[in-house]
């Protein structure tokens, strides 16, 4: 099988906010990651670990007490040093299209999800004249399985599940090459979950985008990911394969374990104790405090080395143990 072309490279990418005081919180360490075309990486994690750091990162949409390093490159662009103007006029919308958290609430109250696409159809595709516009505007509504008769209704007429789908039309216009989708299920039954991941999986099956959704839903996860990166206190600390990582044989980190031991369908454990502050991260590893595998070598901060960064890594004959 021919390995697809990343659309999204990122590689070292780090974020920390200068605090007052002098303090500084360390939200994202050096993570590294690609997504291919016709691919979704799920990032996953417990609230809090840096995953939506990651995403306004790669959208200059941090606040202004933050510090980037690294590099994220996206068609020949470093979105880390692009500056302002190249970030609203080239990538949002056209080289990154944003599936926000709580879509209802990013739709403006007073304007119909017609109005809306319409919008978008004419500032990112420079599609001129009504019946142009609005027959494209009615296109992307249909690409994201959003239904014709619902275009006239305004967001706090709509479902859940609607008004994801209307998001994901908008992010639908500009043919964006990467779908980002920040927490898309939040807030939603099994059902619609299920329903919204299925759309979300549409483009990038039927038109070959990539897709990087940031969840900490693992079973959202499991039904739409390609691949899975996990990250724990700001720091990727696995990529797998989804379909191994969720049956045979299984995650490698201790904290990846954890977490799906966690569903209710498998142990229902929780993973012992709390997170650490970001503000106050041990020397060490991260996950020695909670790890059931932690020695003195955890001392030392362990890399991502291949798919795993663990001193104490599962290997295949006891991840399913």
Request: with cysteine; glycine share 8%; proline share 8%.
């Amino acid at each position: 099988m021919t390995e697809r072309p990343p659309v999204l490279s990122v590689r070292g990418l780090s974020v920390r906010f200068l605090m007052p005081g002098g303090r500084r919180v360390a939200a994202v360490t050096d993570a590294r990651f690609e997504v291919a075309a016709g691919e979704c990486l799920a990032l996953i994690g417990e609230s809090g670990c840096g995953k939506s750091v990651l995403a306004s990162a790669l959208l200059g949409l941090l606040p202004a007490n933050a510090e980037t390093a690294g590099e994220a490159g996206l068609d020949g662009l470093d979105l880390l040093s692009a500056d302002e103007r190249t970030l609203a006029r080239t990538v949002r919308g056209r080289l990154i299209g944003l599936v926000p958290q709580s879509p209802a609430a990013h739709l403006t109250p007073v304007r119909t999800v017609r109005s809306h696409l319409e919008e978008t159809v004419a500032a990112l595709t420079g599609t001129r004249g009504r019946r142009a516009t609005r027959a494209a505007a009615e296109a992307s509504a249909a690409r994201a399985a959003f239904p014709g008769d619902h275009l006239d209704r305004h967001p706090h007429q709509l479902s859940g599940g609607l008004a994801q789908r209307a998001a994901t039309a908008l992010a639908l216009v500009g043919d964006a090459p990467l779908l980002l989708a920040d927490e898309p299920t939040t807030g939603l039954d099994r059902e619609l979950v299920e329903r919204t991941v299925d759309e979300l999986r549409r483009p990038i099956d039927e038109a070959g985008r990539a897709l990087l959704m940031i969840t900490h839903d693992l079973s959202a996860a499991e039904r739409i990911a390609d691949r899975i990166a996990v990250m724990y206190a700001g720091r990727i600390v696995e990529i797998a394969d989804a379909t191994a990582f969720f049956g045979t044989p299984g995650p490698r980190h201790p904290y990846s374990r954890g977490l799906l031991q966690a569903l209710p369908d498998r142990a229902f454990a929780p993973v012992p104790g709390m997170p650490p502050e970001l503000d106050a991260l041990p020397d060490g590893c991260a996950f020695a405090p909670r790890c059931p595998r932690a020695t003195d070598a955890c001392a030392t901060p362990p890399r991502l080395t291949g798919t795993v960064a663990c001193h104490h890594p599962y290997v295949p004959e006891d991840a399913r143990a």
